[in-house]
């Protein structure tokens, strides 16, 4: 117990909430006096402590966030999605996002599903595709039902190689495809033989390379590590994943060369890394899956566990309430375009990639990737202060992901639902942006915060359970 | 002229009084511009603006979370620019510009970012101020509760929890406090000393330490426990928890507590701690009769703050002499300059007219009236037994007012910080043919008015003119609670009101014993 006494001689460090004038004439003093952008709570929002059932909420917290933190997902293998992907079939594809019916898919998730479906060798053209899709022959389901993520469109169809993670801590497993690189790719809705090209290339060449490599690796290959050290070199780990990249090739470089024979395959296995700056983004997504994964179930808690977007809707689910989607429609994406593209070609915002944030990383901690900024024009001070402003609404920091422009302190995690109503603050979130019309592909990336509603419809559950 | 009156309603758009005060002053300076108000829509507010025929009915929907920028103009066109005006001006607050610091949104934020801090000082609006105290203690804060309207439930769960916890919880409207040798709130720059002082009230807290500085003598820590602290129900857990701490703090040497008399419980508790410990204690209960107490050594009860700081000072100092001859010395001094003002006086000026910032300093005043057998004094914070104003805005016989009360204070800013509601006042009393004597307060230090002693005397000079031109002299008296240090400097305040002609005391007692002898042998 500190006594009253305790406090005489001490030097004062001040808190400040309500008038700014009280905070001046104290900083006159030379006293260190933090102030508080002080909002009155927001009305019809009260202070959920406890649930009707009588569940101590932060403690719920606690529990989902220690769990998140405490996660080590590792690379440990490949194989294809319809071995290893629970409840993946020979006529489902995955998709990113909440779930959806054909009919109300986007553009891009369109695209990605017929140009998904000829590379099948399912469909001989768009038209068959199209055909198909809409017959309700071919079942589609969201990646996030099947411990699988996937960017932009997100789509997985039976045949195609994917990362398998698992999280040391818990023995959960994820799963994520390989990325194609940017511009006129399939997660963008692309369509067209240079897209299927390079899928089957990577099929039929990179993944088993790769996957020879990581044969060699009897402790795979830590993710998290990768993370923590590309957070301190630059990336962010959704929109920036250079470092995070090279970091990957130089962990798995040996092996590679090791594994394979051919050092034409492998140059072009290297080069194909080396050129797609976002290679690792799906190593990053499936790491923060499996990292969430085991937080899902807590009872009580408010804890975030899922965001996705499949382009149309957005969705958000709760460590208490894991199987049930909460969503708003998706929102626009302020962004640079590449040269002939406007905002008026960007399809609202899709993609699993938003795990990420929900992990922890990704626009949470936007203070260690001052480049990604220059996005929206912004300034590396405007990046620290989107930080800093995310650990309004999170419960918890990392221990080992830290930012070293704020002292090292730990990445913002775990997003509370009832600290994003209360103060009225939403996730912010850093995006690629893809050509709204099937086919076409990337046009540009930006950021944007996530939709109220979807909150509002979480916390409303919240409050009642 | 026809006035046209238009809104603008910002939903759930905050800002904090400080900022609106600003924002309508400047608006009320905009050409064309008769009158304005930049609120948030509380109901309270809603009808200020009514009163004020401010009032559209489009304001009548807005709930209290909302801002409302009103104004009344000589054409519509006029208000159209003038709402725009004002909107630019609330956004040049807040605008924080690409390279400023991040400020953090809540509490827990702030917290987590650092770790370091120990005191938390809160100012937001009544009804938020509770939960917000209840966070910073929760997180081991030290609190200073500036805000006001905060039930007597939560200050006394507030109090128990504090007090299990070791921590201070000064107020709810604790207005000042010096801790370390911080100035919290409304405060002066102190010497360093050995008078440790808690008081109930802020401005008994700041007149005594300002009166010991005159004398040279510092203080340790000036802890403020709110006015309610010595209610019955209240129990006066903060000012024995503080007389506890400061009993056990080396550096404090004298102790002073100031309070109006509290329930006879209360005082027994707090005096039975005072006893012990053998340091000297200077009790000043004011205006309470202590004569049947037991009497122990050190403890010494001072009737007035004025008394409270002479004795504190002298357990300090003892070479500075008797008290009782020092007032005595005194009382003939003020009894000649009496002497002489009352010539300047007709025979129709009968009344004392006191408008106070400070609560403690108009209850100080009526005590020393009532030993004076001045009477009836009417007041809209009376003593014990005193007679209430009909009507707070009309003055009726020998008058004190409170300006700081909460019944001037909803929707504008206190009298120590804004000094138009005063000045106002001000001169509807110089316009009392009645009226034989002003007397002022006026508060240095922190949280003051930038210049309230330039500010008040421009309107002391407008006052006494207009007196004259109604052929009658005016009388004004002030004493000046500050230090030399203080920002505004108590010199220089000083000569600025001796020079509109005010005849400023060394004390609040000394001004009103002053009033009173000038008025004593009329009706």
Avoid at chain 1, 35 to 46: C, L
Avoid at chain 1, 435 to 456: N, S, W, Y
Avoid at chain 2, 173 to 187: E, Q, R, Y
Avoid at chain 2, 495 to 521: F, H, K, P, Y
Wanted: glycine residues 10%; hydrophobic residues 40%; aromatic residues 4%.
């Amino acid at each position: 117990m500190t006594g009253i006494k305790d406090l005489f001689g001490k030097e004062l460090t001040v808190l400040n909430l309500g008038l700014e004038s009280m905070a001046q004439s104290v900083k006159d003093q030379g006293v260190k006096v933090i102030n508080v952008d002080w909002q009155p709570p927001r009305a019809g929002i009260p202070h959920l402590q406890h649930t009707q059932g009588g569940i101590d909420i932060d403690e719920a917290n606690q529990e989902a966030v220690e769990r998140i933190r405490r996660g080590q997902p590792v690379l440990v293998g490949m194989g294809i999605a319809r071995e290893v992907i629970p409840g993946m079939h020979e006529r489902m594809i995955l998709h990113a996002g909440p779930p959806i019916a054909w009919e109300r898919m986007c553009g891009p998730t369109r695209g990605a599903v017929m140009g998904a479906l000829i590379y099948e060798e399912i469909c001989p053209d768009e038209q068959a595709a199209q055909k198909l899709a809409a017959s309700g022959a071919i079942e589609f389901s969201p990646c996030h039902h099947h411990h699988a993520v996937g960017p932009m469109a997100g789509v997985v169809s039976p045949s195609m190689p994917v990362f398998i993670l698992e999280n040391k801590t818990f023995g959960n497993r994820t799963f994520c495809t390989l990325n194609e690189g940017l511009g006129k790719v399939l997660r963008y809705g692309g369509m067209g033989q240079e897209v299927y090209a390079r899928l089957k290339w990577m099929a039929s060449d990179l993944y088993p390379a790769l996957d020879r490599a990581l044969g060699s690796l009897p402790d795979g290959i830590n993710i998290k590590s990768l993370i923590a050290q590309a957070l301190h070199m630059g990336d962010e780990c959704h929109n920036r994943n250079r470092a995070a990249t090279s970091l990957f090739l130089r962990a798995i470089g040996p092996a590679l060369a090791r594994t394979n024979r051919d050092n034409e395959v492998l140059a072009r296995v290297i080069e194909f890394i080396d050129r797609n700056d976002h290679f690792f983004l799906n190593l990053s997504m499936p790491a923060a899956k499996a990292m969430l994964e085991p937080a899902e179930g807590v009872a009580g808690s408010s804890i975030v566990t899922v965001m996705a977007r499949n382009g149309t809707d957005f969705g958000i689910r709760l460590a208490s309430m894991p199987d049930r989607w909460f969503t708003a429609p998706a929102g626009k994406v302020q962004g640079l375009y590449f040269p002939q593209y406007t905002e008026k070609d960007a399809n609202p915002d899709i993609g699993d990639s938003t795990i990420t944030e929900t992990a922890g990383y990704g626009g949470m901690a936007m203070a260690a990737a001052p480049a990604i900024t220059q996005f929206v024009g912004g300034t590396p001070q405007l990046a620290t202060r989107t930080t800093l402003e995310m650990y309004e609404i999170t419960f918890g920091e990392h221990e080992n992901l830290t930012i070293p422009t704020l002292n090292f302190r730990g990445t913002p995690l775990g997003i509370d639902v009832r600290k994003v109503m209360e103060t009225g603050i939403l996730p912010q979130i850093n995006t690629g942006i893809a050509h709204k019309d099937p086919g076409v592909g990337m046009v540009g990336a930006g950021i944007l915060r996530a939709p109220e509603a979807c909150f509002r419809e979480a916390w409303k559950a919240l409050s009642e359970i | 002229m026809k006035m046209v009156v238009r809104t603008l309603i910002k939903p759930a758009e905050y800002h904090d009084s400080v900022s609106l005060m600003l924002a309508a002053r400047e608006l009320t300076n905009f050409e064309g511009v008769h009158d304005a108000a930049v609120v948030m829509a509380t109901q309270a507010n809603l009808s200020i603006l009514a009163e004020a025929g401010l009032l559209s009915e489009e304001a009548e929907t807005s709930s209290p979370d909302d801002l409302l920028i009103a104004v009344k103009c000589e054409s519509d066109a006029l208000a159209i620019a003038a709402l725009a005006k004002a909107e630019a001006l609330l956004k040049k607050k807040t605008g924080g510009g690409e390279g400023s610091e991040y400020t953090p949104k809540t509490m827990r934020s702030a917290l987590a970012a650092n770790p370091g801090v120990n005191l938390a000082v809160i100012s937001v609006a009544g009804r938020f101020a509770a939960d917000e105290a209840w966070e910073a203690l929760h997180h081991g804060l030290h609190v200073l509760l500036f805000s006001d309207n905060v039930s007597l439930e939560d200050e006394i769960a507030l109090k128990t929890y504090a007090r299990q916890h070791g921590l201070l919880l000064m107020g709810p409207g604790a207005g000042t406090a010096i801790l370390n040798h911080v100035a919290l709130g409304f405060a002066n720059v102190l010497p360093e000393g050995p008078v440790g002082i808690i008081s109930a009230a802020g401005t008994g807290l700041q007149e005594v330490s300002c009166l010991l500085a005159r004398q040279g003598v510092g203080i340790t820590q000036g802890i403020g426990t709110g006015g309610r602290d010595l209610r019955k129900e209240v129990g006066g857990i903060m000012m024995l928890e503080s007389v506890k701490a400061l009993q056990q703090d080396p550096a404090t040497r004298v102790l002073v507590l100031v309070s109006k008399p509290p329930d006879p419980a209360v005082a027994n508790s707090i005096l039975s701690q005072v006893v012990q410990s053998k340091k000297p204690s200077m009790i000043c209960f004011l205006g309470g009769d202590d004569a049947d107490r037991t009497k122990i050594p050190h403890i010494t009860y001072a009737h007035t703050l004025q008394e409270c700081a002479l004795y504190a000072a002298r357990a300090v100092k003892p070479e500075l002499g008797e008290v009782k001859e020092y007032l005595a010395k005194d009382a003939t001094q003020l009894a000649h300059q009496a002497g002489e003002l009352r010539k300047q006086l007709s025979p129709k000026q009968r009344y004392l007219r006191g408008l106070f910032s400070g609560g403690t300093l108009c209850y100080e005043a009526q005590v020393i009236w009532k030993d004076m057998r001045i009477n009836p004094v009417y007041s809209n914070a009376p003593l014990p037994g005193g007679l209430t104003l009909a009507d707070s805005t009309r003055s009726q016989g020998h008058t004190a007012i409170d300006l700081g009360e909460e019944e001037f204070t909803v929707g504008r800013p206190h009298p120590m910080i804004d000094n138009d509601l005063r000045i106002r006042r001000l001169l509807q009393e110089a316009s009392d043919p009645q009226t034989a004597l002003i007397l002022l307060d006026v508060v240095l230090g922190y949280g003051a008015h930038p210049d309230p002693a330039g500010e008040l005397s421009r309107a002391v000079s407008a006052a006494r003119e207009l007196a004259h031109k109604e052929g009658r002299e005016l009388a004004v008296a002030a004493s000046v609670t500050g230090t030399e240090a203080d920002p505004q400097c108590l010199s220089r305040s000083t000569s600025v009101l001796t020079q509109a002609g005010v005849m400023v005391c060394e004390s609040n007692a000394q001004a009103a014993r002053l009033a009173g002898m000038i008025i004593a042998d009329r009706g």
